[in-house]
């Protein structure tokens, strides 16, 4: 018996979005909405795909700890529900700041 795939939570969310992505009548709001969701899952989709080929590998010990950092402290404030993106951003500003001036002198 073959085992089971498990497919991660994002996946599974864009299959949701793109399977409810059928405009409705009097809903173009709505489509707009989802079109610009897909357009979101396609950028970050392309940023990973970035990340994870040759850009990493240009990017020193110091700063990948920077923006390890950064990255993990924006990924606990997205989790949050029903925090506000703007107040991720703004503490998200407050905590980067420090990090993007000290790689800029470098």
Known sequence: MAAKRRTPKGIARRKQVRATSAPRKGAPADLASRQGDLEIFEV????????????????????????????????????VPGKPISEIISEIMS???????????H
């Open 44 to 79: 970050h989709r392309r940023f990973i795909q970035v990340m994870e080929g040759d850009r990493l590998l240009t990017v020193s010990a110091e700063t990948r700890g920077h923006y390890l950092t950064v990255m993990r402290s924006l990924t606990v404030k997205l989790s």
């Open 95 to 105: 905590e980067a700041a420090p990090l993007i001036f000290q790689v800029m002198q």
